[in-house]
């Protein structure tokens, strides 16, 4: 039996017990300070979450480190940790991270990991954001990246994964190659609100699963539909507002709800 211990803004001090038998340990109060020693390798614990809107400070996360039950990680920080301990726990699943400060995250430890499918990342002003770690994230199904102050973002990292879900909203992408993506296992692709004023759909047409595109909130001069004339399997579409859309021809296509998507 052992305790994880905080200390809120006001001084006061919160204890949560942990057994044995803990599966999971969610933590949704704002904390000045938190001590998660009190987990042991011999705890069942499968879900771990600690956030508030403010964001927690960072704390050590040894304790979670090797884990072998441990399937789901969401925290929210302050400002940036490393992911180190993450590495050593063979059953995660899914893992979010999100900071409340501009600095960037290292995704180096997640290199490789044996069970990771879902990483979902809220970096606010991130300066940028390196992707290659990913590549060798074998099962990595979902990648939401949210925030960001990065105008470009190399995708060709997860050229080889099974994506079914790709998530790059509200950053500030002036442009974005969408072929290393493009995959015949993505099911659905969100681009809202970036910073690029046309967009070329073409490389999409390999993408012979996606179900849902979102380009919502974005301010297009020109949408080039070519890739998405053919995808019958996308059902539902966000558009984005713009000025002109067309096919790849030329032939201008004038909404409503552009023309019924294509005449499906």
Not at 77 to 92: Q, R
Not at 213 to 230: I, K, Y
Request: with cysteine; hydrophobic share 45%.
């Amino acid at each position: 039996m052992g305790t994880i211990r905080g200390i809120r803004p006001d001084g006061t001090e919160l204890r949560k017990r942990v057994s044995a038998k803990t599966d999971r340990l969610m933590i949704r109060e704002g904390l000045a300070t938190i001590d998660i020693s009190g987990i042991t390798d011999g705890t069942a614990l499968t879900v771990f979450e600690v956030g508030f809107p403010d964001g927690v400070a960072p704390f050590d996360l040894t304790p979670l480190a090797g884990l072998g039950a441990l399937e789901q990680v969401a925290l929210e920080c302050t400002s940036a940790f490393s992911l180190a301990p993450f590495a050593e726990c063979t059953a995660l699943r899914s893992l979010g991270i999100r900071l409340t400060s501009d600095e960037g995250i290292d995704l180096a430890p997640l290199a490789g990991h044996p069970t990771l499918q879902r990483l979902s990342l809220s970096l606010k002003g991130a300066p940028a954001l390196d992707l290659a770690p990913l590549a060798s994230i074998e099962g990595l199904e979902g990648l939401s990246v949210s925030g960001g102050a990065w105008s470009r973002l190399d995708l060709g990292p997860l050229a080889a994964l099974p994506l079914r879900q790709l998530t790059l909203d509200s950053a500030r992408l002036d442009q974005i190659a969408l072929h290393p993506v493009a995959r015949p296992s993505l099911e659905y692709l969100s681009l809202m609100k970036q910073a690029f004023t046309d967009l070329d759909t073409y490389d999409l047409r390999t993408a012979t699963s996606l179900a849902t595109l979102n380009l919502g909130g974005n301010e297009l001069a020109s949408l080039d539909l070519t890739g998405l004339a053919g995808l019958a399997s996308l059902t539902r579409v966000y558009w984005p507002n713009v000025k002109h859309l067309h096919l790849e021809d030329g032939t201008e296509v004038r909404s409503p709800a552009v023309a019924a998507f294509l005449g499906r």
